[in-house]
C-alpha cells in the first residue's frame, strides 16, 4: 500500500520523505488554510519535495470553472492529481481533466455507486472518506471493501485512495482489505510505529543495561 501525507505542512511532509515514507501528499482547502500558505506556492514547494502525486483541490462548484481550475494547478508540475469533488460537475470535469492526460483525484466519496462512476470518468483515484461515515457511526471500513469488490469485479485501473484516516488501526484495516494507497496525517503515520509492549520491553531492557555498568560507545 502506498503512503500519501494528508497535509500542506512542508516541514511534517520532509520529515517523513526522508523516512522513505511518502509516495505522494494529499492537500484540500481546509489543509491550504492550516497552513496558512498561498496554495500555488506551497503546491509548488510540495512538487518539488516529492516525486509522487500531490493532489491539489479545485473549489468551482461548476464543471467548466473546475476544468479551468484544473488545467491551472496542473501547471504547477507535472506530477500534480487535481483533486475534484464527487459531483455531477466534478465527473464531467474529471473526464475532460484526465482526458488531457493528467492525473485527477476524486474526492469526497461516500458510497459505491459514486465510485463506480467515478472510475467511468477516467479517475486515477478515488476517494473515499472513512473517518467521516465513522463520525456518523457508520463503517468507512464497508465502503473500502465495497470498492475493491467492483473495482476488481470490472479491473477498473482506478486506484482506491482511503482517505479521512484518523487512526493507526485505519491504516491497517486499509492495508488488509487491498487499498492501493492511504493518505493519513502526519501524527497517524507516525503513531504505526508506537506499541504499549514495545515501550514496556525497551524499559525492562534499559533498566537492565544499567544494571551491568558497561557502554557500548
Ligand atoms: C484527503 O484527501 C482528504 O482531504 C482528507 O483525508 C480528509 O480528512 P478529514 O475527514 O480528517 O478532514
Same mark, same amino acid.
Given at each position: 500500500?502506498?503512503? &500519501? =501525507? /494528508?497535509?500542506?505542512?512542508? /516541514?511534517?511532509?520532509? @520529515?517523513?520523505?526522508?523516512?522513505?515514507? =511518502? %509516495?505522494?501528499?494529499?492537500?484540500?482547502?481546509?489543509?491550504?488554510?492550516?497552513? +496558512?500558505? %498561498?496554495?500555488?506556492e506551497v503546491t509548488k514547494e510540495i512538487c518539488e519535495m516529492v516525486a509522487g502525486p500531490v493532489s491539489a483541490e479545485v473549489v468551482a462548484t461548476e464543471a467548466d470553472d473546475m476544468i479551468a481550475e484544473g488545467r491551472k494547478l496542473a501547471e504547477i508540475a507535472p506530477n500534480i492529481a487535481v483533486k475534484v469533488p464527487l459531483t455531477?460537475?466534478?465527473?464531467?470535469?474529471?473526464?475532460?481533466?484526465?482526458?488531457? +492526460?493528467?492525473? =485527477?483525484? =476524486?474526492?469526497?466519496? &461516500?458510497? !459505491?455507486?459514486? !465510485?463506480?462512476?467515478?472510475?467511468? !470518468? +477516467?479517475?486515477?483515484?478515488?476517494?473515499?472518506?472513512?473517518?467521516?461515515?465513522? /463520525?456518523?457511526?457508520?463503517?468507512?471500513?464497508?465502503?473500502?471493501? /465495497?470498492?475493491r469488490q467492483i473495482y476488481d469485479n470490472y479491473?477498473?485501473?482506478? @486506484?482506491?485512495?482511503?482517505?479521512?484516516?484518523?487512526?493507526?488501526?485505519?491504516?491497517?484495516? !486499509?492495508?488488509?482489505?487491498?487499498?492501493d494507497v492511504a493518505t493519513a496525517p502526519p501524527n497517524v503515520i507516525k503513531a504505526m510505529a508506537s506499541h504499549v509492549l514495545t515501550d514496556k520491553g525497551l524499559d525492562a531492557f534499559l533498566k537492565d543495561w544499567a544494571k551491568t555498568g558497561q557502554k557500548i560507545l
Open positions: 500500500m502506498k503512503f &500519501f =501525507v /494528508d497535509t500542506a505542512d512542508t /516541514d511534517a511532509i520532509a @520529515e517523513l520523505n526522508d523516512l522513505g515514507m =511518502v %509516495d505522494g501528499v494529499t492537500t484540500n482547502p481546509s489543509l491550504i488554510l492550516k497552513s +496558512g500558505r %498561498d496554495i500555488l455531477w460537475a466534478g465527473l464531467k470535469a474529471c473526464k475532460v481533466i484526465s482526458g488531457e +492526460g493528467h492525473m =485527477v483525484n =476524486v474526492t469526497l466519496c &461516500f458510497s !459505491a455507486n459514486q !465510485a463506480l462512476l467515478a472510475a467511468k !470518468a +477516467g479517475a486515477t483515484f478515488i476517494s473515499p472518506f472513512i473517518g467521516r461515515l465513522d /463520525d456518523l457511526n457508520l463503517d468507512g471500513m464497508d465502503l473500502i471493501s /465495497d470498492i479491473d477498473f485501473k482506478t @486506484e482506491i485512495l482511503a482517505a479521512s484516516i484518523r487512526s493507526a488501526n485505519h491504516m491497517s484495516q !486499509a492495508a488488509l482489505i487491498g487499498a
